[in-house]
Structures are given as C-alpha cells and as structure tokens.
C-alpha cells in the first residue's frame, strides 16, 4: 500500500532540491508526478518550485489553506509537496487520503525559529508512515543542525539572532534564516 513520507531538514539541507530529483528520476522513466505547494509559498512565483542548487520546475496544484480533498487522477505513480510546514492539518489529512492510491513525499522543515512545530509539520509527524530527515551542518561548527535561526542585523551592523517573536511566516533563504546546532543558537 502506499505511504505517506515526510522528509524534514533544516534551512540549506536541500530539501527542495531533493524534490526536484525525485520529480526529474520520475519522469526520465516515464511515470506521471504531480507536483504541489502551499499558496504561501510565492517567493519564486505563484506556480514555482525552485531551488537554488537545481533547475525549478513548475507546481501541478496550488494548495489552498481550506483544501481538504484533492481530486488526482489514478495514471499518477507519486505526488511530491514541497514547503509542507505551512500545510494546514486539513491538507494533510486530504494528503493522507491520497496514500490509499499513491505515495505522497511531503519536504519541510520541521520547526520554526523559536523551535516550535509548524502545524503541517505536526500533523505530518502525527500521520506520516515514514519519517525522514535530511542532515545538514551548523553555519557556526560541525554539529548537526536542527534550528532555523532567523537574523536581522542592527544599526551597527551586528547580527541578531531572533528566539522569540509570534512566529509569524516570513519568507526568506540565508538572507533570513541559517541552519544552526542547538548549542551555537543558545549561545547567541
């Protein structure tokens, strides 16, 4: 039977990229793929998936916050969903529906800046038959890392790193975010 993956990563660990090279090894063999992505995720274009390390492709569906179901036709061998954190838990529960046809691969990151789940990230980790993560290294040492340190720089010059706030969704890459271990974002 078919499964539901959620392969998790910190900013940088080549989520999207990874994506991207699945859908690519799907349809150099002839098998259908269905791409999507929340509505969230405009930073590259309303219908882009793009990476900064692999050619983008465009999304087959936008997923809408309220999507709960999710019409598929049955010629489809995978769906792969990029930026899953911000996912509602309703489109991963219609994600799960799915998995009674075909596998369903969501990428994401896990937790925010403050270290907190996202709420598809925590629906995903309710509901996924396998977990996965993809390891990448602190901007600062070699330990794993496992934070999202969001940044801003102040008047000086000097880098910020931000712990607490609303948790609000702001989009950004390593102009606004890094991968860090737990030790070097405490210590900031």
């Known amino acids: 039977m078919p499964k539901l993956y959620f392969r998790h990563g910190t900013m940088n660990s080549s989520k999207t990229a990874n994506l991207l090279m699945v859908a690519h090894n799907y349809r150099a063999q002839g098998k259908n793929v269905i791409l999507m992505k929340p509505s969230i995720d405009n930073r590259f274009g309303e219908n882009v998936i793009s990476s900064r390390a692999v050619q983008g492709m465009e999304a087959d569906i936008i997923i809408d916050p309220k999507d709960s179901v999710f019409y598929i036709d049955h010629n489809v061998q995978c769906i792969l969903v990029d ?28 937790t925010d800046y403050r270290s907190k789940l996202f709420s598809g990230s925590k629906r995903l ?63 900031e």
């Not at 369903?104 to 896990?110: D, E, K, S, T």
């Not at 290294?137 to 496992?146: L, S």
């Open 83 to 110: 930026e899953a954190q911000f996912l509602s838990e309703n489109n991963v529960d219609g994600l799960r529906e799915l998995t009674r046809f075909v596998p369903v691969i969501c990428y994401g990151l896990r």
């Open 125 to 187: 980790l309710e509901l996924a038959d396998s977990i996965e993560e993809i390891k990448t290294i602190c901007v600062k040492c070699n330990n794993k890392a496992i934070i999202n340190a969001k940044f801003y720089y102040s008047e000086d010059d000097r880098k910020i790193i931000l712990k607490n706030g609303d948790g609000a969704v702001e989009l950004g890459a390593e102009e606004r975010y890094q991968p860090m271990c737990w030790y070097c974002w405490q210590d």
